[in-house]
């Protein structure tokens, strides 16, 4: 039925008065965007674990809710989609598409791509111009035998085909490397530089694309015509990086750091210049969206205005607006127009011949460029990526006319299959070795020599940001003995991977910079204090500082953390807890919660770790306003017994032969009882004690209430730093809180007593654990359970069952 669109109204009257509201406009579109989100996002949590991108079950859900599946119901079709409500649909999704494409500029960093390797170049240029030649070999057999696909113009369709067989999708295949942890291995830096460039052509070829594409079927415009839009096309691109560029910089630095605040006039000009930067192109005769995406490249990638614009729009576009245009691609996909044998022929073709020209192309010059075999095959997968790109060149040549619906449909079920099939093809082929280095240091105690000189000290410290920097920066300056031993320091920033590109950009401008943090934090804040703060050291020649980062999602960090302890051959790992405290007037405390993904990262690392590890509560630790004495650090150390305290100890030790630490040992004793390891305690005591003497204040503390003595510590004040161990094997004298069940328990119980945020603790906390391997901890996890007499009665056998710990 036709529908005349000016009678078609904004909203309704409501239901009350007789109005159905799914006959207007507006609640028809927030039926159908919150029914497309609601069924995508289901999707996606079902294809989770195939570790597949989201835009499979962006396309993938449209395609159900299409005509292919449920479209099928014609009372559903033309109540939820009718056809009449497609152009409102499509307008909003081709905004979202605007920016998407504006944000992908601003991923895109010219500089690297001029910088590309000659590997990476050699690997582009085949993966473009090997599936190129096979697409319009494709393009002759479609043509024959399709209905209707030869009344297209000759050199358009063959360059559509051309581009859409030879496209690799730069944000899908970014997001499928962070999953995959390939990102800052070899194989992914070279098919990142490798698909950069492979975009920028792909973009170039599709505005030649559209520019000789004609508004229909029968159309045959002059050739004069499109070599005036390539022109045009040309002009405006000189003009952008020219003109704008330059303009785009100077506002960029009106929006530095040192400027603090962000004049919100600068944010809407620029996206009021994504909109007349897309309506220019339109209007000279290519897309609007390659004028967002110039527009994306004259922002600079240095300094946080790219970020923040990235922080103003990316949540909006990419989580609400972009959904909508991949699932109206969906939508507009019939599988049903492909029927009979020789149709499913021509999907199965064009699926080959896609593959293969990727694949085997990029597989043959990345073999003659000497990469080996597997890494070879997996950039062959990873460059077959489609997906996100491919489907918006498929929507402009079905826009153009230039593919119709069956031609259209074979190209969407070939991009769906091609990217659904990369990560589980790359994972079975290639598992970048992870080799594990020799570590002879996995505890502190292991570096002291029998000579007593110690080894080098290898500590990797974590930050979540820049609140961390001067807590961690306190703490190791304060184990930094002044007795000639090397101190390597690995700083480890933990960015959590979502799904917005701003972690991908991260990433993309590390390797550029060849320093792993955010670019805007390489002149920034961050690095001038970390900078500041060791460069000294550096120069005596005993710190060695070395930033890395750590892109993942939550569930895996743990794995890049131990990983990098293990290969750096890391003595003591350093994790900031997750609860940050903060002091403000009237010493009133208030506490930051990153969240509980960041509490079983803790977890995970604790329990996985290569080497020794500490989680730091932080509560003003490196802040002078918090102290009382400036010029002196004051720790103290908890002893009860056992190898976390022993570990705890041994860092004491490290911190009393630092001039500016006065270090307090505080050991717990009781009148009665026994004390499981003593021999081991004790033993450890006495050379501590013999070692520093003179240098620590040590004190017997004889307990009737341990919970009152430990908090009393804590909340006097004279330490900015108590020093205490996580304690997974308790002694008999923590056994009473064995009971109580700890709100943190990757702290232990004095640990967790002393985070709480219920006692007024003024101190900041260092909880250490000591490397123990998972069979050792297991056993002693079952001799702690044995009763005290039992452990009388039966000391030698616990003694030797603890002794294979230590």
Not at 302 to 323: N, Q
């Amino acid at each position: 039925m036709a529908v005349n669109m000016t009678s078609i109204k904004t909203s309704s009257n409501g239901a009350w008065q007789g109005d159905n509201p799914l006959d207007f406009s507006f609640p028809l579109l927030i039926a159908q965007t919150t029914l497309i989100l609601a069924f995508t996002r289901f999707l996606a949590f079902l294809l989770k674990p195939l570790r597949q991108p989201k835009v499979i079950a962006e396309i993938l859900g449209g395609i159900l809710l299409g005509p292919s599946a449920l479209g099928r119901n014609e009372d559903y079709l033309n109540r939820i989609f009718p056809s009449w409500s497609m152009p409102v649909l499509e307008s909003v999704a081709s905004m979202g598409l605007l920016f998407f494409l504006f944000l992908v500029g601003l991923e895109l960093d010219l500089t690297s791509i001029r910088r590309t390797g000659r590997k990476a170049f050699g690997i582009a240029l085949s993966g473009i111009s090997i599936p190129f030649i096979s697409g319009i070999g494709v393009a002759f057999v479609i043509r024959k035998t399709v209905d209707g696909a030869d009344k297209v113009g000759f050199g358009q369709f063959l360059v559509f085909m051309g581009v859409a067989l030879s496209i690799t999708a730069f944000p899908v295949l970014a997001r499928i490397l962070a999953e995959l942890k390939l990102l800052t291995t070899p194989v992914g830096e070279i098919a990142m530089a490798a698909a950069a460039f492979n975009d920028m052509v792909a973009w170039i070829l599709l505005a030649l694309a559209v520019a000789l594409a004609g508004d229909g079927p029968g159309e045959h415009k002059s050739p004069l015509i499109s070599v005036w839009v390539l022109l045009s096309g040309v002009a405006f691109v000189t003009f952008m990086m020219i003109v704008i560029r330059p303009a785009m910089k100077w506002v960029a630095r009106r929006c530095s750091t040192e400027r603090d605040v962000v004049d919100e006039a600068y944010i809407c000009l620029t996206l009021t210049g994504v909109m007349i930067s897309g309506f220019i192109t339109d209007l000279i005769g290519i897309h609007s969206i390659f004028g967002a995406f110039i527009f994306g490249l004259t922002i600079p990638k240095e300094g946080e205005f790219a970020e923040r614009l990235i922080e103003r729009i990316e949540d909006f576009v990419s989580g609400l607006l972009l959904p909508l245009y991949f699932a109206s691609s969906g939508l507009k996909t019939n599988v049903a127009q492909i029927s009979g044998g020789r149709a499913w022929g021509l999907v199965v073709l064009v699926i080959t011949t896609a593959c293969a020209g990727k694949i085997i192309g990029t597989f043959t010059v990345a073999l003659m460029l000497g990469m080996a075999v597997r890494e070879s095959l997996a950039l062959g997968f990873l460059m077959n990526t489609k997906g996100l790109v491919e489907l918006i060149v498929l929507n402009i040549g079905k826009e153009k006319k230039v593919l119709n619906d069956e031609v259209f449909a074979i190209l969407v079920l070939m991009a769906l299959f091609t990217t659904f099939i990369t990560t589980p093809s790359v994972m079975a082929v290639y598992k970048p070795a992870r080799r594990s280095s020799a570590i002879t240091h996995r505890k502190l105690r292991d570096l002291t020599n029998p000579n007593g000189t110690k080894d080098e000290l290898r500590i990797l410290a974590c930050l979540y940001g820049l609140d961390n920097v001067p807590s961690i920066i306190t703490l190791i300056e304060s184990t930094r003995s002044t007795k000639k031993s090397q101190l390597n320091l690995f700083i480890m920033h933990l960015v959590e991977l979502t799904e917005r590109s701003s972690s991908i950009i991260m990433v993309h401008r590390a390797r550029r910079n060849g320093l792993p943090f955010i670019n805007r934090l390489r002149r920034g804040e961050w690095h001038d204090r970390v900078a500041g703060a060791f460069q000294a050291y550096s120069q005596l020649g005993r710190v060695s500082v070395r930033p890395t980062t750590a892109i993942s999602a939550l569930s895996t960090m743990h794995e890049d953390i131990c990983h990098v302890a293990e290969t750096k051959r890391v003595t003591m790992i350093v994790l900031p807890f997750h609860k940050q405290h903060r002091r403000g007037e009237g010493d009133q405390e208030t506490i930051e919660n990153v969240g509980h993904g960041w509490q079983l990262v803790n977890q995970r690392v604790l329990k996985d770790a290569p080497c020794s590890v500490a989680v730091l509560v932080d509560r003003g630790f490196g802040n002078p306003r918090h102290y009382t004495a400036t010029s002196t650090q004051s720790v103290c150390i908890l002893f009860f017994g056992g190898a976390d305290d022993r570990e705890a100890l041994e860092l004491g030790g490290r911190m009393a032969e630092h001039p500016a630490v006065r270090v307090a040992v505080v050991r717990f004793v009781e009148e009665e009882g026994c004390e499981r390891n003593g021999e081991l305690d004790e033993a450890a005591m006495a050379e501590f004690r013999r070692k520093r003497d003179g240098m620590v204040e040590y004190k017997e503390k004889t307990t009737s209430n341990l919970v009152e003595d430990v908090l009393g510590l804590g909340q006097c004040g004279d330490y900015n730093l108590i020093v205490v161990g996580k304690g997974r094997f308790p002694s008999p004298m923590t056994a009473e809180l064995a009971d109580h069940q700890p709100e943190h328990p990757e702290l232990g119980h004095i640990g967790d007593l002393l985070a709480s945020s219920d006692h007024s603790i003024l101190s900041s906390v260092l909880v250490i654990q000591q490397h123990d391997s998972a069979r050792t901890e297991e056993t002693l996890t079952k001799v702690v359970r044995n009763d005290c007499d039992k452990l009388k009665g039966d000391g030698n056998a616990g003694v030797g069952e603890i002794s294979k710990a230590v």
